[in-house]
């Protein structure tokens, strides 16, 4: 087994693990409901590709990596803390950002998926992998016009 494939394994789960809670706290925290109702499905969806993500390491014989997932957790949590120009209540700024951070970790995802199927080795599965960059093609998109719809708090008060 390449050391090699077993870190990028093991990096993008780290992601997907911090990616899993950033998810999950802007559906939960967006100003809008229709944003936090969409960003929830999607949240659901993402927890399936981390699932997904694990069985190709296990077919693999890549193990998660906890000293890679906790780090990564925890600067998702920190990052909470950024200061949005407001101190008392949720800046605008923070529902623009925080989706852009989620099309961001979409875009990376959907990287590593299309990586991996250009790899060698029989092993992975290719349908799953092609099925899960078309679902991340669809995710990056549906939070792109999400984070379109946020351009008009870039003028509000």
Do not use: C
């Not at 693999?60 to 803390?81: H, I």
């Amino acid at each position: 087994m390449s050391n090699v494939i077993t870190t990028y394994l093991q990096d993008h789960h780290a992601g997907s693990a911090a990616g899993v809670d950033a998810f999950r706290r802007v559906a939960a925290g967006h100003s809008e409901p229709e944003v936090r109702e969409a960003v929830g499905r999607i949240a659901e969806e993402v927890a399936q590709d981390q699932t997904s993500l694990e069985e190709l390491m296990a077919s693999l014989g890549v193990k998660p990596a906890p000293l890679k997932d906790l780090p990564a957790r925890a600067a998702e949590k920190a990052a909470r803390f950024k200061p949005n120009e407001r101190l008392q209540s949720r800046s605008p700024l923070s529902d623009i950002e925080e989706l852009e951070g989620l099309v961001a970790a979409v875009h990376a995802k959907g990287l590593g998926w299309r990586l991996l199927l250009e790899a060698p080795d029989d092993r992975l599965d290719k349908d799953m992998l092609r099925e899960l960059s078309r679902r991340a093609r669809e995710q990056e998109e549906a939070l792109e016009q999400l984070r379109l719809g946020q351009a008009h708090k870039l003028t509000s008060e």
